[in-house]
């Protein structure tokens, strides 16, 4: 076997079904998930009509590259959305999700003979995915945290100049999970003098984009580059999908976009690994990316349940509106001395509603780390389910430990 493997840590809700191993919930209480960042909103007909209408496409094996339809759709949107111009026979590719792309992107651009070992850089707390993709490309995975202090946005300047010599990737979420922030122009100008500097490519998963609660869309890595005069792109590539814009989480559609020359070589890699798109999922997907009156539906949702909830965890809770995303990170009461896993799991024995620690989704680096004292709640669930978890959770703190 690979012996990389065993360099995985337990992902987070492995670490969580271990947590709640042997408890028994209330069972006056119905159970309310707000623990996994899966949408729950109905995913529009038209995109099912689309899928169905097209499965005489399964008899045809599909191309890595997309059939142009597909990728002009990518286009098309980014277009509308951002105002970018993208050559669709260059600077797309369609995946099965921005999760096995943010994988094997990495497998993509890491050269794992380099010495000393390369290495990965990513935000503290992280989608796992990261850490995973680092570790069995043959890097070394490198920690910037993201902190109170700074309104969650990541500190790379807390990279030591000796770590960035030795990186040949880093991975941007933006807005962020779990926390929800928005890396601004500024930071963006930082990262890509970084990348001048010293050679590695950017990947920013932007599958959060189109979940935001002011009036102005959150900033995307394409338009930034743009904006600061870096219309090739260069060593940037932009992950989005479909999963959390058009709540069709079981699709596994979204698109790359950005520097040619990577998606050469990343195209080169996806044709020998097999990862083609359906032609029903491409139908269907190229539906979605035509619409937009249900991703404004879907995002009037989550704004009407974030104002419901809000005001019921402001006055017992360390928790703010987030940027973008369907997460709420809050700190943990003092009560509970910063315990995070103990907080989880005695609101979720006393109260049946489940909610992720902060410590399961970051690391140990620099002497500390960044998600413990927190809690994620993904407010994925109707808006009454939200609210009575709310509620609930208020109850429970004020009841105290």
């Known amino acids: ?65 997309g059939e142009l339809p597909l990728r002009e759709a990518f286009t098309g949107w980014v277009q509308r959305r951002y105002d970018l111009a993208l050559d669709p026979a260059t600077q797309v590719l369609p995946v099965n999700g921005s999760r096995e792309a943010l994988f094997s992107l990495a497998q993509t651009v890491v050269d794992a003979s380099a010495q000393p070992a390369p290495i990965v850089v990513s935000p503290n707390p992280f989608y796992q995915i990261y850490e995973g993709a680092a570790l069995l490309a043959g890097a070394e ?13 990541v500190d790379w300047g807390s990279v030591p100049t000796e770590v960035w010599a030795r990186t040949q990737l880093v991975y941007v979420c933006s807005p962020g999970n779990p926390t929800g922030a928005v890396m601004p122009l500024n930071e963006w100008e930082k990262l890509f003098a970084l990348s001048d500097r010293h050679g590695f490519v950017i990947a920013s998963d932007e599958c959060y984009s189109e979940i935001y609660f002011r009036d102005d869309p959150p900033l995307g890595g394409l338009e930034a580059a743009s904006k600061l005069g870096r219309g090739d792109f260069r060593r940037l590539v932009t992950l989005t999908s479909l999963s959390k814009r058009s709540n069709v989480p079981g699709l596994r559609s979204g698109f790359v976009a950005g520097d040619a020359a990577v998606l050469k070589q990343f195209l080169l890699y996806r044709t020998y690994h097999g990862s083609a798109m359906s032609g029903a999922v491409a139908a269907a997907s190229i539906a979605a990316w035509g619409d937009e009156l ?33 997460y709420l990170w809050a700190g943990v009461p003092e009560a509970w ?18 909610v992720l620690p902060g410590s399961y989704l970051a690391r140990d680096a620099q002497g500390a780390n960044p998600g413990r004292g927190r809690v994620r709640m993904a407010l994925v669930a109707s808006t009454k389910e939200c609210v009575e978890a709310a509620r609930r959770i208020v109850q429970f703190i004020q009841q105290g430990r």
């Open 337 to 354: 001395d910063g315990d995070d896993t103990a907080f989880a799991r005695d609101l979720y024995a006393q109260y049946n509603v489940t």
């Open 1 to 65: 076997m690979n012996p990389l493997l065993a360099k995985l840590q337990p992902y987070p809700f492995a670490r969580l079904r271990e947590l709640f191993s042997g408890v028994t919930p209330d069972p006056a209480y119905q159970p309310i998930s707000l623990g996994i960042g899966e949408p729950k909103h109905a995913t529009p007909a038209f995109i099912q009509d689309a899928l169905r209408d097209s499965l005489a496409t399964l008899s045809v094996y599909p191309a890595t590259a």
């Open 294 to 326: 249900h991703v404004v539906d879907n995002r009037a949702q989550y704004r009407a349940k974030f104002a419901a909830v809000m005001p019921l965890l402001e006055p017992v809770l360390d928790v703010h509106l987030p940027d973008a995303s369907f």
């Open 141 to 153: 995975p490198c920690y910037a945290p993201s902190v109170p202090e700074r309104n969650f946005a």
